[in-house]
């Protein structure tokens, strides 16, 4: 097998040669732009699922149908450490300077960047230096209170106005949206709060992990009227063999069947692993049809490079508490786990494990699907943390 013409490509927010199984979020986006051109109100949309099945991927191709929609478009990455605000001030200046260029009449575009550089004043009070190159008079009493909550939704109201005076529309696409703070969340969702009601040209497209609904409607109680919360998870069994099946058919190649539901008991349909397995599969296999036998025997190197390439950056990142702590969870078998089970299989009280339990949720590693369990956010992790730690010692 060539392995230059391997089309498998794992990785980070690499796009699969064969999108499978994800139709129904692409036509929910492709009707969310089609909605607002039309200056019909629609629901935002907030991607949820676990790491490795293709929230990121979607995301990029859900920009690529709104630049195709004629949108103009604005997609970051959230982390920790780096406030919303200053996320976002330099695209919405850039933002601003393209709608600034189109030929129309009207004052909109110097107003949304007046705005911007009176947001920007007040927010350098509380995050230090922030210098974007914004040489423009600040509008007074617009976006410059220093609250978030306050300051964000006006400025969000600007661009809006900006582009729907210049025919224009705006997609805001968000990644790892569960990293900002309850007053970030807070803020973007009366933003959002605010282009509904204004029936403004401005729509959210964001993804995290299965908490953000949960998150949101802490946050602000209408959150589920203005967002859909699409769920992205494992691809059925059909969909995970197209996913492997039609990429190398196109290249003159084929899975037998046997191997295609091997690989499939192996990965259970999350996307990444489907993405390792058919890479190495092909790498390995001498001839077409790839069989059944290739699979069982690149089986150790699979879950190697996935040990080290997709888990192991994850457990590095754990103090040792926190790994036992996962271990407990590895032990009592597959997920979601009950708190008071988790505290027994350490011997200790429930209320003690109460920090590490935090931390282990602001690194994205545990979410609690509902009172009282806890599930790992990256699917097999259970699997893995029993072969890194083969002894549980409480």
Same mark, same amino acid.
């Given at each position: *097998?060539? +392995?230059?013409?391997?089309p498998?490509? !794992?990785?980070?927010g690499?796009? !699969?040669?064969e999108? /499978?199984?994800?139709?129904?979020?692409?036509?929910?986006?492709?009707?969310?732009?089609?909605?607002?051109?039309?200056?019909?109100?629609e629901?935002?949309?907030?991607?949820?699922?676990?790491?490795?099945?293709?929230?990121?991927?979607?995301?990029?191709?859900?920009?690529?149908?709104?630049? /195709?929609?004629?949108?103009?478009?604005?997609?970051?990455?959230?982390?920790?450490?780096?406030?919303?605000?200053?996320?976002?001030?330099?695209?919405?200046?850039?933002?601003?300077?393209?709608?600034?260029?189109?030929?129309?009449?009207?004052?909109?575009? =110097?107003?949304?960047?007046?705005?911007?550089?009176?947001?920007?004043?007040?927010?350098? $009070?509380?995050?230090?230096?922030?210098?974007?190159?914004?040489?423009?008079?600040?509008?007074?009493?617009?976006?410059?209170?220093?609250?978030?909550?306050?300051?964000?939704?006006?400025?969000?109201?600007? &661009?809006?106005?900006?582009?729907?005076? =210049?025919?224009?529309? $705006? /997609?805001?696409?968000?990644?790892e949206?569960?990293?900002? %703070?309850?007053?970030?969340?807070?803020?973007?969702? *009366?933003?959002?709060?605010?282009? #509904?009601?204004? #029936?403004?040209?401005?729509?959210?497209?964001?993804?995290?992990?299965?908490?953000?609904?949960?998150?949101?409607?802490?946050?602000?109680?209408?959150?589920? =009227?203005?967002?859909?919360?699409?769920? &992205?998870?494992?691809?059925?069994?059909p969909?995970?063999?197209?996913?492997?099946?039609?990429?190398?058919?196109?290249?003159? &190649?084929a899975?037998?069947?046997?191997?295609?539901?091997?690989?499939?008991?192996?990965? #259970?349909?999350?996307?990444y692993?489907?993405?390792?397995?058919?890479?190495q @599969?092909?790498?390995?296999?001498?001839?077409?049809?790839?069989?059944?036998?290739?699979?069982?025997?690149? %089986?150790?190197? $699979? %879950?190697?490079?996935?040990?080290?390439?997709?888990?192991?950056?994850?457990?590095?990142?754990?103090?040792?508490?926190?790994?036992?702590?996962?271990? @407990?969870?590895?032990?009592?078998?597959?997920? !979601?786990?009950r708190?008071?089970?988790?505290?027994?299989?350490?011997? &200790? +009280?429930?209320?003690?494990?109460?920090?590490?339990?935090?931390?282990?949720?602001?690194?994205? *590693? $545990?979410?609690?699907?509902?009172?009282?369990?806890?599930?790992?956010?990256?699917?097999?992790?259970? /699997?893995?943390?029993?072969? @890194? *730690?083969?002894?549980?010692?409480?």
């Amino acid at each position: *097998m060539d +392995k230059i013409r391997n089309p498998f490509s !794992p990785g980070a927010g690499s796009p !699969p040669p064969e999108l /499978a199984g994800r139709e129904g979020i692409l036509e929910q986006a492709q009707v969310l732009f089609g909605r607002v051109l039309a200056k019909r109100p629609e629901k935002s949309l907030l991607l949820t699922g676990l790491r490795g099945v293709g929230k990121t991927v979607l995301l990029n191709q859900i920009e690529r149908i709104a630049l /195709a929609e004629g949108f103009r478009t604005i997609l970051v990455e959230a982390h920790e450490g780096k406030p919303l605000a200053v996320l976002l001030a330099p695209h919405l200046r850039r933002l601003l300077f393209d709608l600034d260029r189109v030929k129309a009449a009207g004052d909109k575009v =110097r107003r949304g960047l007046g705005v911007l550089r009176s947001f920007i004043g007040a927010i350098k $009070v509380k995050v230090g230096d922030l210098d974007i190159g914004l040489d423009i008079e600040p509008e007074p009493g617009s976006a410059d209170s220093g609250d978030l909550e306050v300051d964000l939704p006006n400025l969000f109201v600007a &661009v809006g106005e900006a582009a729907q005076e =210049r025919g224009a529309a $705006v /997609a805001i696409l968000i990644d790892e949206i569960q990293y900002f %703070s309850t007053e970030e969340l807070s803020a973007l969702i *009366m933003a959002m709060h605010r282009m #509904q009601q204004r #029936q403004l040209p401005l729509v959210l497209v964001g993804a995290g992990l299965p908490i953000l609904p949960g998150l949101a409607g802490e946050s602000k109680s209408y959150a589920e =009227r203005l967002f859909n919360f699409p769920a &992205v998870g494992p691809l059925p069994e059909p969909d995970a063999a197209r996913a492997l099946q039609d990429p190398v058919q196109a290249e003159g &190649v084929a899975f037998d069947l046997d191997a295609l539901h091997e690989i499939f008991r192996l990965t #259970q349909g999350y996307p990444y692993f489907l993405q390792e397995w058919g890479y190495q @599969a092909w790498n390995h296999a001498a001839a077409s049809p790839i069989g059944a036998d290739v699979i069982r025997e690149t %089986s150790a190197l $699979v %879950s190697q490079r996935l040990d080290e390439n997709f888990f192991r950056v994850r457990f590095d990142r754990l103090t040792p508490r926190e790994k036992t702590y996962l271990r @407990a969870m590895a032990e009592l078998g597959e997920g !979601p786990y009950r708190t008071g089970d988790i505290a027994d299989k350490l011997g &200790v +009280k429930t209320t003690s494990l109460a920090p590490v339990r935090a931390n282990l949720i602001k690194k994205g *590693m $545990v979410y609690s699907p509902s009172h009282g369990e806890m599930a790992f956010t990256v699917p097999l992790f259970d /699997a893995f943390m029993r072969r @890194a *730690m083969p002894r549980f010692e409480p």
